[in-house]
């Protein structure tokens, strides 16, 4: 929650807003083409030097959901990616999985940022690393698209479109706060 | 893969808790909560659940080949036919209208060219399944009450009421048909669950139609047998006909390339066809069962000569028989077939099963190039003893799309 706040807060004072020349072409393949010339966009900010793929969130009625995607760095440089909104939902957080008791697996909001090291990539998954929404603002349809923003360390922020499916995994089972 | 799937570093920047969102209204269970908290403290690979498939095995050539989804056709048309089929016969939701459907081909569309090129489709959950396209395509249609959302150019004609049928609605018109074509079963099988859980909130299944031919390995290219033991689709439109475009596309503006689909499931009477001896089969036919050669010639590419006759000046070719019957009248009389033998278990039939042949056919037009003929089989054809049509279907059947195109999107206007 105070991470949400945080980077809410850091919008509302007047960051500008820097949209991907690729946000036409998330969610496509990774062709070379835009890879090229996502490359020679990497000086300018962590956004520009994120190529996403396969993009899509859980439909749901309400409530909560999960987004996942494949993240590939195509920059000589470091991306931290710190957190996501959208219209979509009130609140997002980086979740993680861990294994939980008996075999099970459990999700836990990640203590920090995601770090994606140059010319690597991350998938965010079912079962494994992924931004969850709570608070869901209306039903998400499967077959409807929704944007969900990305927001980065260095304050630059990328547009993803996400395609909405239908998907009995990816169910929300938390572990209790450690910290408590 | 996997090394760059562990590479992000476990930093403090925030300690939030799942306690902590939950502060925000979110109701999950207790017994969530009440989970062992030592096992958050472990240290876990990142983002590790789903990992990218890996083929762990060389991929035989059969199992690699792709058939392009994306063209100005449809796939699975024109296409040789594959060693098997699934036909999906589905009906929308009432509350589905033309910007859902638009969304259900989407996601259809999506899925299909994915697994096309054999690769997982999204959020895929048995994404080692697809790595084997074995020549997988994927068609959609859609039925008469579907098409008049796609607009006028779309249309198809509901079959006519043929004598002979004895239609059961199990296997009816459905508003829609996806046809689902390899040369692996298993393939076929997960293409088939994957649409269906995209469908799940659209539409439910009416019917699944499975069907065979020859498997690929003893494919030795030549037409079809049916369960009959006859030699089938010799006289059958491919893209070396010249006529094949004009036979099978449809040619208006909003919907070149497009075509019409239709399905028959007839069944076969194996109980009484096995009464009766080669040369009654031969003669039902009009055909010569080892070569499948017409009783007047000795190949099996051989023009049928109907007016032949034999020494005591009987036709040699009955005009009763089955190609007498259906050999096209005139040159809009063809259309391309790509059936398949089914065969579920019935402990009603003495011979313990419904078998039979799922006749597909595509044209241009059915009521000028497929009625004409079905109506002349209704009316006299010696085959009639032991077929019976119990299902019957038509659709339309858009235009293929180009690269990560959506089947029918245009049409729908959205």
């Not at chain 2, 939950?22 to 659940?49: E, F, I, N, Y």
């Not at chain 2, 004895?166 to 099988?189: F, M, Y």
Request: charged share 20%; proline share 5%.
């Amino acid at each position: 929650m105070p991470r949400v706040h945080r980077l809410r807060i850091g919008l509302t004072l007047g960051m500008a807003l820097l949209i991907s020349p690729l946000l036409a072409s998330c969610g496509a393949s990774s062709d070379e083409g835009s890879a090229a010339a996502n490359v020679e966009a990497s000086a300018s900010d962590m956004a520009d030097s994120l190529v996403i793929t396969d993009g899509w969130v859980k439909a749901a009625t309400d409530g909560m959901t999960g987004v996942f995607g494949v993240l590939e760095n195509q920059s000589t440089e470091l991306v931290v990616l710190e957190g996501a909104e959208g219209s979509f939902g009130h609140m997002f957080e980086l979740h993680e999985t861990v294994p939980g008791a008996s075999g099970s697996t459990m999700m836990q909001a990640m203590d920090g940022a995601l770090e994606i090291p140059a010319s690597a990539s991350h998938e965010l998954v079912p079962g494994g690393d992924h931004i969850m929404v709570m608070d869901l603002t209306g039903p998400l349809i499967s077959g409807d698209e929704v944007t969900v923003s990305l927001l980065f360390a260095d304050q630059s922020r990328l547009e993803v479109p996400l395609v909405i499916k239908d998907y009995a995994g990816a169910q929300e089972v938390y572990v209790p706060d450690e910290d408590k | 893969m996997e090394e760059s799937r562990t590479t992000m570093d476990r930093r403090s920047l925030f300690r939030v808790g799942a306690i902590a969102a939950g502060g925000a209204g979110l109701g999950w269970s207790a017994a969530a909560l009440t989970a062992d908290s030592t096992t958050a403290q472990k240290p876990v690979a990142r983002g590790g659940a789903t990992p990218t498939p890996v083929e762990v095995m060389p991929q035989t050539a059969a199992a690699a080949r792709t058939v392009p989804f994306y063209g100005a056709n449809q796939a699975g048309i024109s296409t040789p036919a594959q060693a098997e089929i699934s036909l999906i016969g589905l009906d929308l939701g009432p509350e589905v209208d033309r910007a859902g459907l638009a969304r259900l081909m989407r996601l259809l569309s999506d899925d299909a060219s994915r697994l096309a090129q054999g690769k997982p489709a999204l959020a895929d959950t048995e994404p080692e399944l697809a790595l084997s396209p074995a020549g997988l395509t994927i068609t959609f249609g859609f039925g008469p009450r579907i098409c008049s959302w796609l607009g006028a150019e779309a249309a198809v004609e509901p079959l006519p009421d043929f004598e002979t049928d004895r239609l059961d609605e199990a296997w009816g018109q459905t508003d829609l048909a996806i046809q689902i074509c390899a040369d692996d079963p298993l393939t076929i099988a997960h293409a088939r669950r994957m649409l269906l859980k995209d469908c799940r909130s659209y539409a439910t299944v009416r019917w699944i139609q499975d069907g065979y031919r020859r498997a690929l390995a003893t494919d030795n290219g030549s037409a079809m047998r049916n369960l009959m033991g006859q030699v089938d689709e010799t006289v059958n439109p491919s893209e070396a006909d010249p006529n094949f475009a004009g036979l099978i596309w449809r040619d208006s503006p909003g919907y070149r390339g497009g075509t019409t689909m239709v399905v028959r499931r007839i069944r076969t009477e194996l109980d009484t066809w096995d009464e009766v001896d080669r040369p009654g089969r031969e003669a039902a036919v009009g055909r010569k069962l080892d070569t499948g050669a017409p009783l007047t010639g000795e190949k099996e590419t051989d023009e049928a000569d109907f007016d032949a006759v034999d020494e005591v000046g009987l036709p040699i070719i009955d005009p009763a028989s089955h190609i007498a019957r259906a050999r096209h009248l005139s040159a809009e009389e063809r259309f391309r077939r790509r059936s398949y033998n089914y065969t579920i278990a019935d402990a009603s039939q003495s011979t313990g099963e419904d078998s039979g042949m799922l006749f597909i056919a595509f044209c241009a037009d059915a009521s000028k190039q497929f009625v004409p003929v079905q109506q002349r089989l209704a009316e006299m054809d010696r085959l009639n003893l032991w077929v019976t049509t119990i299902g019957s279907a038509i659709y339309t059947v858009p235009p293929g799309v180009s690269e990560g195109g959506v089947i029918a999107a245009d049409l729908l206007g959205v």
